[in-house]
């Protein structure tokens, strides 16, 4: 793979909780991100995987600036966009762009589709060639919407429709990198397919990263060409997606794939199912050494007190574990 | 197909919406005839200042059933001095209706800029305006109304700013205002609270919109509605606050008279004159009703989502 659009080098967010009023006072810190290291390259599609509340969201936030980190580094194109004023990110926004998850919530319901579309125009003081609404007419036809629709607002489309105009949005100021949020979770399976093959033809088209976040892990292995496994707020495992999914090293990416139904009965019934037992341990106060060691049904007492290190255990498959699981 | 802009569809929801349309109507006929009122009074022969005695008896009733209506005075004359009611009406509605929308106005857009700055900047902001509000919301403003308005008339007089009614309306103003502002400014404040939190001002920040931007193009828009249903219900709220005061002796003084100031006149007639009662009760009960139906109209033809309902 050729130079790094995005690299992240031990990022870190935390959230103080306070006690609120006039005289706010901080309770404690949620660790929603703790020390995350990641690549995306040109062109490249990057899978963030993990279950609900492990931080994944918060990590692509926090790649946009939309979060301050609290600790370690942002590299967009080679550059150190850490820390980066408000005012100083507004020339880089262009080219790194947001997809929602909620099509529902994304799209400010008092705007046209025209409005929505061209708001990055208007913000960043833009004159596309051949006019503001012939871009995003164009814009819209790209992303397979009717550009008749310009007037429209967003209650008058489906969700599908919704997320294609969001798309619209991202694509708007031409970006080298897109972050998707669960993307197509909030959408009809049917559907899924066609935004995801929308986002490939896309990428091929205008040769955009994705950090592509999910938990359907059918769709991460369709769309992506590296996997990152976090869970609470850590990357567990990363490796190219054919690798991690023939060959997952972590007990924890391997209770993940075992919860992927496969689409024959026979093999279903037959194959065994890790069950991992309890939640997701309160980011507030996570648990000593390593943060799985609650979960792990392979959990020794070195794992309760010493951190795993993240090792790169073959090229291009790095893992944070003591007793990975064998070839 | 036509492409409409969005103000046509809106409109257009609106003229679909007839009890809306008639009440717009009927409110813009009655503001209209404020704002014409010398043009009216003067097409009928009447004037407000002028007693017309003649068409008193000698008790000083009107002459005549249902409060002396006749050719000459439309609806009637007021009992004791004899002044055209129609006149006094129309003039009185003027300043009713200035006072009532000079301080829905203002009260709202006040409430509007405090209350999406306290939502929006949340935190430590948020707490000092929340608990100033709190603070104006439990004072006794009516009482404070009551006392301390004669030595403000007299401030505002002595800045040759405004003299006698003048300076009341000026002072009654002020305090609506001053007392009126917390209270949308709580409804936006937790509006805002909710809508900075939607993703589609996350999009605005990630696209690198400004605050102000993201305040003005993503949050207030979806306030209007908020605001226009409120401004409906204050219009007519602040007619009656505007003529309790007038009653109690704070708001403006006889000889001109408002809607709330004949009103009260009209009380200690009811029994020997109920039509001076009557008639402008109904008048006030009807442009009440019509402003509350039109805010209603107003708000289903802003909202993009009436159709699907």
Redesign the interface.
């Known amino acids: 793979m050729s130079e790094s659009v995005l690299k992240l080098e031990g990022l870190k967010k935390h959230f103080p909780t306070t006690t609120?009023?006039?005289f706010?006072r901080v309770k404690g810190v949620v660790k929603a991100v703790d020390g995350v290291d990641l690549e995306v390259a040109r062109g490249e599609t990057v899978g963030l995987v993990g279950e609900s509340g492990c931080g994944k969201t918060t990590v692509g936030?926090t790649v946009?600036k939309?979060y301050e980190p609290t600790d370690g580094k942002i590299f967009f194109e080679g550059e150190d966009i850490t820390k980066l004023s408000r005012h100083e990110?507004?020339p880089l926004?262009?080219q790194?762009?947001?997809i929602?998850?909620?099509p529902f919530?994304?799209?400010?319901?008092?705007?046209?589709v025209g409005a929505i579309v061209s708001?990055?125009f208007d913000?960043?003081g833009i004159k596309p060639e051949g006019g503001v609404k012939k871009s995003v007419q164009d814009l819209l036809e790209r992303v397979g919407l009717n550009p008749?629709h310009?007037?429209r607002?967003p209650?008058e489309f489906s969700g599908g429709q919704r997320q294609r105009i969001?798309i619209a949005?991202a694509l708007a100021l031409k970006p080298k990198l897109i972050v998707a949020d669960e993307p197509v979770s909030a959408l009809d399976v049917s559907i899924q397919a066609q935004v995801v093959n929308l986002l490939d033809d896309l990428q091929q088209e205008l040769g955009l990263a994705y950090l592509f976040v999910a938990h359907d892990l059918s769709v991460v292995q369709h769309i992506s060409d590296r996997v990152v496994v976090m869970y609470l707020g850590k990357v567990m495992e990363m490796a190219n997606t054919t690798e991690l999914f023939a060959n997952p090293r972590h007990p924890y990416t391997k209770a993940l794939l075992s919860a992927v139904p496969i689409p024959d009965p026979e093999i279903e019934r037959k194959r065994e199912r890790i069950i991992l037992q309890g939640d997701l341990p309160s980011p507030v106060n996570p648990p000593a050494g390593c943060v799985f060691n609650t979960r792990c049904w392979k959990v020794q007492d070195r794992c309760r007190v010493e951190v795993p290190q993240v090792l790169e255990i073959s090229p291009k498959h790095t893992l944070a574990c003591h007793f990975p699981e064998g070839n | 197909?036509v492409?409409?802009?969005?103000r046509q569809i809106s409109w257009m929801r609106f003229k679909r919406n007839k009890a809306a349309v008639i009440s717009g109507l009927v409110a813009l006929f009655f503001i209209l005839s404020a704002f014409l009122a010398p043009l009216i009074t003067k097409l009928v022969g009447v004037n407000p200042t002028t007693t017309y005695t003649k068409a008193l008896t000698q008790y000083g009733m009107p002459d005549g059933p249902w409060g002396g209506i006749s050719l000459a005075h439309p609806l009637g004359v007021e009992p004791g001095a004899g002044r055209d009611l129609l006149a006094l009406l129309l003039y009185g509605s003027r300043i009713s209706f200035t006072v009532a929308l000079i301080t829905s106005v203002a009260s709202i857009g006040l409430g509007m800029l405090i209350g999406i700055t306290a939502g929006y900047f949340r935190?430590?902001v948020d707490?000092?305006i929340g608990?100033f509000s709190d603070f104006i919301l439990a004072f006794p403003s009516t009482f404070m109304i009551v006392a301390l308005s004669l030595p403000l008339v007299q401030r505002v007089e002595a800045l040759h700013v405004a003299k006698d009614n003048g300076a009341r309306i000026v002072v009654l103003i002020i305090f609506f205002v001053v007392f009126g502002w917390p209270g949308f400014a709580r409804l936006v404040r937790s509006q805002a609270l909710s809508m900075r939190e939607?993703?589609?001002v996350?999009?605005?920040?990630?696209?690198?919109?400004s605050n102000w931007?993201i305040i003005t193009?993503?949050i207030l828009?979806?306030l209007?509605p908020t605001a226009i249903v409120f401004l409906s219900l204050s219009l007519p709220g602040f007619l009656s606050a505007e003529a309790t005061f007038s009653f109690l002796g704070v708001g403006v003084q006889a000889p001109s008279a408002t809607w709330g100031l004949v009103l009260s006149d009209a009380v200690t007639y009811w029994q020997t004159d109920p039509a001076y009662l009557i008639i402008p009760s109904a008048m006030l009960v009807i442009i009440v009703l019509a402003l509350n139906l039109m805010g209603d109209g107003v708000r289903d033809a802003l909202d993009?989502?009436a159709d699907?309902r």
């Open positions: 609120g009023g006039v706010s936030r946009l939309l990110m507004k926004r262009s790194m762009q947001m929602f998850q909620d919530a994304s799209l400010n319901p008092r705007h046209t708001a990055s913000i960043h008749e310009i007037n607002f209650h969001g949005r | 197909m492409l409409r802009t969005p935190g430590r707490a000092v608990r939607r993703d589609f996350m999009a605005a920040q990630a696209l690198g919109a931007r193009k993503e828009p979806n209007w993009p989502k699907s």
